[in-house]
Structures are given as C-alpha cells and as structure tokens.
C-alpha cells in the first residue's frame, strides 16, 4: 500500500529534462490541457494561446506521435508550432519572444496601484437588500469623510509609482456628500500637477439626489459617472428599494441627464444579479438595449454585507447564476446578429485575454490578484482595506484584510508591510492548489478575499469554489461559442477591438 502511494507521488514530480527534448521528433513547450464535456481538448500554453483539438491529441502530443511528414497531422504540427506548444529545437529560437510576450501579458503590474477607491460617505437614502454596506441615513459628521482623512488620502494616492490614476467616490451614496467631493477634486488636481499625475475623477451613484449644478461640476471636471440599474422597473424597484419613490425612474431620468450633459460615453450602468434577477435574463438585456447602452456589465451578487443578510433573496447556486448569465449572453448575441452593437463586459474581458497579446487589468480577474496592487479603499472613518470586498467584509465586523488608518500607518507599511506580504501569498493563481494545474489559470485570476469569505481561507479550495465554477464554466462556453459558431466570432471580435 504504502509503496503504492509513493509511486503515485512520484508521478507528480517533473520529468527529467531529456523527458521534453527529443533528438528525432520535437521538444514540448510549457502548455496544460482542458478536456470538455464532448470530449474535445482545450490546450493552453503558457503565454495565453489556445487550441481547440480532437479528443486524444494530447496524450499524442505527449507521446511524439504528431507526424510532421503524415499528410494527416501536418496541418496540426505546423499549428502546434505556430502557437508555442512544440518547438522544433531543442532550445527554440523564439524564447525570447516568448519571454517578451509574457512579460506583456503581465505589464499591468508596471505601474501599481492606480485605483483609489474613496468611500467618501457611508450615508445612503436607498434601502437595497442586496447592499454590500451597512448603510446609514443621518450623521453627517459620523458616516463622511473627514477632510483630514481626505487629504491624507490624496497624499498616499500621489506616492503610487503609477501615472495615471483613477479616483473614484462610493458611497453609502456618495452624492449625498458631493461637498466632499468637490473639496477631494480640487485638491487632487493641485497635488495631481504637483507630483505629474493624469488623474481619471468616477462617482459611483444611484443617481437619484442629482442636480444641475453637480452636473456642471461633473462637466467642467471630466468626472464619469457609473449607475447601477438592474434591469426593468419590476426588477429594479424590487432590488434597490427606495422608500416613498422609483429608484428606477430616478436612476433613468438621471442616465438621460448625464448623458445630455456629460455625454453618452462618460455614464456607464452595472447590473447586480439578485435572486429576482435570475427569472429575467432576456428582460433585463432588452432594458439596456431599450435605453440604447452599447455595454452592460452582468455581475453576480456578492458574499458580503447586507447581501449575506437578506439570505433568501440574495442566495443562490452558482449554476442558477451560469444558466442565467448564458441565455443573457445568447440574447446580447441575438441583438448583435440583428445589427444592434452591444458588449457584454464580462466575456469582453475574458475575450481579450484569449484573443489578444496586451495586458488585462481587471482586478477581479487577475494574477497577481488586484487587491492591493492595482486597488486600494480608503474608508469613509480612515480605515483603508485591501480591496472593496475586504471593506465590505469589513462591515461585517471582519478585519483581516485592514491595512492601516489613514494619517497614521506609512505608505511602506500598507502597500509592502507584514499584512500585504501574508494576503500576497495567497494571490497567485500560478501557485494555487487547483489553479496551478489548471488549463485557463493565465485567463482566470485569483482572489484571496471571496476564497477567505465564502472558505474560510485565502487559498480556497477549487472543487466547490464558486469563483473558480463561474470562471472555469464561462471560460470553456466562451471558447465553445467562438468554435461552434464563426459568426459568433466575428462578433467577439468586434467586442474587443469596438467595431461592428
Ligand atoms: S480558479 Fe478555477 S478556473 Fe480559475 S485558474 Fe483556478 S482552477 Fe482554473
């Protein structure tokens, strides 16, 4: 028995290095494999390349058993070397093109931190079941911002190596303290130009306490806005309740207004998928396409906050999510295939990591994961945290993931201290348990928050993830969809290159 478990082990080791080289046929490059349910294989090397081959071509692979003289396999062998999953030397020519378009791949850590998240008010006139902040209506003084926190903010935010930065206000509602932002703005745009910064200014708002005069403010400042609306007023209303009035109405009213004033391409909508939401996948398609969005972002709900609370409107299997998440992804093809150009950002995403060389930023979908060194949440009372997640966790009285306080802990301490070095452990997705071995593991990413949440820990364990279900499902779907259907292809393309 015991010999047995060894033996098993050492199957796990690498193989000796003659193992991949070979004098008669072809040396083998780095690549994982994905069999799906027909039984084809998905082949993924370590630069992002994929190919889609019939069942059994990687064990022949494997074995040597691609003939590059038989008429049969001819076609497959040029491909395979194309595409960086077998070299005809043994040290192949285009190493370093392969090590330059991998470091590509990895560039957006070149800059650090570029998000600054600036959660400039907890106050909040909604009552959504769904929020992923404990919400409160009065205390000015308590639940915003203090100015001295503010410009301790603004001070970290200009010791980031990055040049471009993004600062964006959340709330609670963060228009309730537009004071506040105004007073963040304006003192961002002196230090900005101070320290050679190019400063990109978001609110995350509901919409509903706009005025004409924010709007000028917006205007005259290049701010974006982003809004949620979750789909039709029969959606919408039931998820993001606002006592004595339509959040609906008030957040349409107020994505005509933005964009009449600030223009079409500086508002943007998110969904949040709530119970309710998985009976509506074609409604709520059709409401982004009946409001003329050429974009709509489908986002399940997340493990934190009120969303925890309110159990039996907010929880449900990952598998209700992915089926809803499809027939939207169907529909949102359908109105492409009848001329009307609109994107689904999620996919949009994972399409630019199969079909592209660049790098992808997305801090949910990324490794090194996004927390901290590509975001950062600076809290309403001075708390700063890893991550959004990790202050909504936070609001759930959960601390782990706090680095400090504004004013009183360094910039050296939060970004590089002990707290960053344990979560860094667990923020490669190349060195997971599951992950590493895993065929989409430089499509995918890691997230030691949701793992820490929903587990119980920052590694998480892979078989009954949601994170890595959602991802492995929708992934494999994605690249079916793109086989399956050259139509549909073109039109992934587009998405990603912003032509129809
Ligand atoms: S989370 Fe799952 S799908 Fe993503 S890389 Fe890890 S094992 Fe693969």
Same mark, same amino acid.
């Given at each position: 028995?015991?010999?047995?478990?060894?033996?098993?082990?050492? @199957?796990?080791?690498?193989?000796?290095?003659?193992?991949?080289?070979?004098?008669?046929?072809?040396?083998?490059?780095?690549?994982?494999?994905?069999?799906?349910?027909?039984?084809?294989?998905?082949?993924?090397?370590?630069?992002?390349?994929?190919?889609?081959?019939?069942?059994?071509?990687?064990?022949?692979?494997?074995?040597?058993?691609?003939?590059?003289?038989?008429?049969?396999?001819?076609?497959?062998?040029?491909?395979?070397? &194309?595409?960086?999953?077998? &070299?005809? $030397?043994?040290?192949?020519?285009?190493?370093?093109?392969?090590?330059?378009?991998?470091?590509?791949?990895?560039?957006?850590?070149?800059?650090?931190?570029?998000?600054?998240? *600036?959660?400039?008010?907890?106050?909040?006139?909604? @009552?959504?079941?769904?929020? $992923?902040?404990?919400?409160?209506?009065?205390?000015?003084?308590?639940?915003?911002?203090?100015?001295?926190?503010?410009?301790?903010?603004?001070?970290?935010?200009?010791?980031?190596?990055?040049?471009?930065?993004?600062?964006? *206000?959340?709330?609670?509602?963060?228009?309730?303290?537009?004071?506040?932002?105004?007073?963040?703005?304006?003192?961002?745009?002196?230090?900005?130009?101070?320290?050679?910064?190019?400063?990109?200014?978001?609110?995350?708002?509901?919409?509903?306490?706009?005025?004409?005069?924010?709007?000028?403010?917006?205007?005259?400042?290049?701010?974006?806005?982003?809004? /949620?609306?979750?789909?039709?007023?029969?959606?919408?209303?039931?998820?993001?309740?606002?006592?004595?009035?339509?959040?609906?109405?008030?957040?349409?009213?107020?994505?005509?207004?933005?964009?009449?004033?600030?223009?079409? %391409?500086?508002?943007?909508?998110?969904?949040?998928?709530?119970?309710?939401?998985?009976?509506?996948?074609?409604?709520?398609?059709? %409401?982004?396409?009946?409001?003329?969005?050429?974009?709509?972002?489908?986002?399940?709900?997340?493990?934190?906050?009120?969303?925890?609370?309110?159990?039996?409107?907010?929880?449900?299997?990952?598998?209700?999510?992915?089926?809803?998440?499809?027939?939207?992804?169907?529909?949102?093809?359908?109105?492409?295939?009848?001329?009307?150009?609109? +994107? %689904?950002?999620?996919?949009?995403?994972?399409?630019?990591?199969?079909?592209?060389?660049?790098?992808?930023?997305?801090?949910?979908? $990324?490794?090194?994961?996004?927390?901290?060194?590509?975001?950062?949440?600076?809290?309403?009372?001075?708390?700063?945290?890893?991550?959004?997640?990790?202050?909504?966790?936070?609001?759930?009285?959960? *601390?782990?993931?706090?680095?400090?306080?504004?004013?009183?802990?360094?910039?050296?301490?939060?970004?590089?201290?002990?707290?960053?070095?344990?979560?860094?452990?667990?923020?490669?997705?190349?060195?997971?348990?599951?992950? /590493?071995?895993?065929?989409?593991?430089?499509?995918?990413?890691?997230?030691?928050?949701?793992?820490?949440?929903?587990?119980?820990?920052?590694?998480?364990? +892979?078989?009954?993830?949601?994170?890595?279900?959602?991802?492995? %499902?929708?992934? $494999?779907?994605?690249?079916?969809?793109?086989?399956?259907?050259?139509?549909?292809?073109?039109?992934?393309?587009?998405?990603?290159?912003?032509? /129809?």
């Amino acid at each position: 028995m015991e010999t047995a478990i060894i033996k098993e082990r050492q @199957t796990r080791k690498f193989k000796d290095v003659a193992y991949f080289r070979s004098e008669e046929t072809y040396t083998l490059l780095p690549f994982r494999f994905h069999r799906m349910p027909d039984g084809r294989e998905i082949l993924v090397n370590e630069i992002g390349d994929y190919m889609v081959v019939p069942s059994g071509t990687t064990a022949r692979i494997i074995n040597r058993e691609i003939n590059n003289n038989d008429p049969e396999d001819a076609v497959l062998y040029e491909d395979l070397v &194309a595409a960086f999953f077998i &070299a005809e $030397q043994a040290v192949p020519d285009l190493l370093e093109v392969m090590a330059t378009r991998y470091r590509t791949k990895k560039s957006f850590l070149d800059s650090f931190t570029s998000l600054h998240i *600036f959660v400039i008010s907890l106050r909040c006139e909604h @009552t959504c079941h769904y929020c $992923q902040v404990s919400r409160v209506t009065s205390d000015k003084n308590k639940f915003d911002m203090s100015r001295v926190h503010i410009d301790a903010g603004i001070d970290m935010m200009m010791r980031s190596p990055a040049r471009q930065l993004t600062m964006e *206000f959340q709330g609670g509602e963060a228009l309730l303290a537009f004071d506040n932002i105004i007073y963040a703005v304006e003192k961002a745009k002196v230090a900005g130009e101070q320290h050679n910064k190019q400063i990109t200014y978001v609110i995350c708002t509901n919409l509903a306490p706009l005025t004409d005069d924010m709007l000028v403010y917006c205007k005259e400042n290049n701010i974006l806005i982003s809004t /949620s609306l979750d789909g039709p007023v029969y959606v919408h209303d039931k998820n993001r309740h606002k006592p004595d009035a339509s959040s609906y109405r008030l957040a349409v009213d107020g994505i005509h207004r933005c964009r009449e004033i600030l223009g079409e %391409e500086n508002v943007s909508a998110l969904t949040t998928t709530t119970r309710l939401s998985l009976d509506y996948p074609i409604e709520i398609v059709d %409401e982004y396409v009946a409001l003329g969005f050429r974009n709509i972002f489908l986002r399940p709900i997340s493990p934190y906050g009120f969303a925890t609370k309110s159990v039996n409107k907010n929880k449900y299997e990952t598998s209700r999510f992915l089926e809803f998440y499809k027939t939207a992804l169907q529909r949102i093809i359908r109105h492409n295939l009848d001329g009307y150009f609109i +994107r %689904e950002d999620y996919t949009a995403i994972i399409l630019k990591k199969l079909l592209t060389p660049f790098p992808v930023g997305y801090v949910d979908l $990324q490794s090194p994961a996004g927390l901290i060194n590509s975001v950062i949440v600076f809290n309403y009372d001075g708390a700063i945290y890893a991550s959004d997640e990790a202050r909504m966790l936070a609001e759930m009285k959960d *601390f782990t993931f706090r680095l400090g306080t504004l004013g009183e802990t360094s910039y050296e301490e939060v970004f590089y201290g002990e707290k960053a070095q344990i979560i860094s452990e667990a923020m490669l997705n190349e060195s997971l348990p599951g992950c /590493s071995e895993c065929a989409f593991q430089s499509y995918c990413g890691a997230d030691p928050v949701f793992n820490y949440a929903t587990q119980g820990d920052m590694y998480g364990f +892979r078989p009954d993830n949601a994170f890595c279900q959602r991802n492995m %499902e929708l992934i $494999q779907y994605i690249i079916t969809l793109m086989e399956d259907d050259k139509q549909v292809e073109k039109i992934f393309r587009s998405w990603i290159t912003g032509k /129809s």
